[in-house]
């Protein structure tokens, strides 16, 4: 399209013509006039097309367009690929490296490019697409793999549970370090902190068994609930309105937001330290997940009925220590003694890969929000480790269809 001012409009389709008339090599144009004056001419534009002189050139336009595009197919594959760390090659891409003590949190940003890590006396911030560091800080008191949780990509929320200080949630600034504010204080260690997928509501629990919700934006407190045992991990469902909590004593239990209605889910060893270690929430699809130390298993479960669908054992040989479970409840990613990480396909109970980076015991494992990205933390060489996870053979299929290229194209007009 060729726009103008609108004092100088087109007065009528030759003048439409003879401006495309430089932008063309090797062809005339053809134009379909309105009938009428210049005043309709505004009202119902007319037809302008490329007509090639003559027949005879409509074989030769067709061969051409046909080598552009096999030529532009063959361009874009050698633009698009960009080596062994890209999409498609699985594997561990980048060793990061920073940390004194040893670290046994890791966590990802929504938006996956981002990562937190945490040991005993500091905690680190992660730019994974360069695969540097971007910041690190002091920090007090004890932070354990469920203290920390992203609000967004910049802003992330720790827990500082110090005895001298007391029980706090702090905000800071993931890519300087630097503190925004307390939101809150506590009575009790903070065990757990998750925040809903819309970002407007935040869930902690506490070694007291309360459960508090809260606003991430003001702290304001909006309910509060006890259950009859510790929760040691805890996620939102996909709409917030519900919360699946993983107890220390082996039972999960799937609260509403206001703690009105409780589910318990049995079906894990059950005792005073048999920790649920991670949980995962999926309604929409009908499916919770869990990963319990004490028991060694990962396991799926069917709700509303709140019954085991699937469990995976893990190996004695390789005791499993930390795991990360994805949102849709589809995949499990396993920590081990042994320093391995293992990738399980929960729905087939089917072990996908294994990888062993570390020589000793994995302390902590993050999932990106994507599934396409891992992390892992090892105490024996106190590194991370950032792996390329393989992509689902569905998601495979959706990505080619929705990576298409769908092209347009105008044949010549001929007499």
């Known amino acids: 399209m060729i726009a103008k001012k609108p004092a100088d409009r087109y007065q009528a389709p030759r003048e439409v013509a003879d401006a495309l008339e430089p932008f063309c090599s090797g062809a005339k144009l053809r134009v379909l006039p309105s009938e009428g004056d210049a005043r309709t001419a505004r009202r119902e534009p007319a037809t302008v097309a490329l007509a090639p002189p003559g027949r005879r050139w409509r074989w030769l336009g067709m061969a051409l367009a046909v080598v552009g595009l096999l030529a532009s197919g063959v361009l874009l594959n050698l633009l698009l690929w960009r080596g062994p760390a890209s999409e498609g090659d699985p594997g561990p891409i980048a060793q990061l490296r920073g940390h004194e003590g040893v670290p046994h949190t890791v966590a990802f940003a929504p938006n996956g490019r981002y990562a937190v890590s945490v040991d005993g006396t500091s905690v680190l911030s992660w730019d994974l697409e360069r695969q540097g560091q971007l910041a690190s800080w002091p920090h007090g008191g004890d932070l354990k793999s469920s203290n920390v949780a992203f609000i967004n990509s910049r802003l992330m929320l720790v827990a500082r549970n110090d005895r001298e200080d007391g029980y706090q949630l702090r905000r800071y600034d993931a890519r300087s370090g630097q503190p925004a504010e307390t939101l809150g204080k506590y009575r009790a260690p903070v065990l757990a902190v998750a925040l809903a997928p819309d970002g407007d509501k935040l869930v902690t629990t506490e070694g007291d068994n309360w459960v508090r919700i809260w606003d991430p934006r003001t702290a304001r407190p909006l309910s509060e609930f006890r259950l009859d045992a510790r929760a040691s991990s805890a996620v939102f469902a996909q709409d917030g309105k519900q919360i699946l909590c993983g107890c220390e004593d082996g039972v ?140 689902p053979a569905a998601d495979q299929q959706a990505r080619r269809l929705s990576e298409g290229l769908f092209l347009s194209t105008a044949w010549p007009v001929t007499n």
């Open 252 to 391: 999960l239990r799937l609260c509403s937001v206001d703690g009105q209605h409780v589910q318990l889910l049995r079906g894990h060893a059950e005792g005073e330290a048999a920790g649920v270690v991670a949980v995962a929430l999926a309604p929409d699809r009908g499916l919770a997940a869990s990963a319990s130390l004490l028991d060694q298993t990962v396991r799926l479960w069917e709700l509303p009925a709140g019954i085991p669908r699937a469990s995976l054992r893990m190996d004695e040989e390789a005791q499993m220590t930390c795991a990360a479970l994805s949102g849709d409840c589809r995949r499990a990613w396993t920590g081990h003694q042994d320093g391995s990480v293992a990738l399980w396909d929960l729905e087939n109970r089917k072990l996908l890969v294994r990888y062993r980076q570390h020589p000793g015991r994995v302390t902590s494992v993050a999932l990106a929000p994507d599934g396409r990205l891992a992390l892992s933390a090892s105490e024996a060489d106190r590194l991370l480790w950032l792996y390329r996870l393989p992509v």
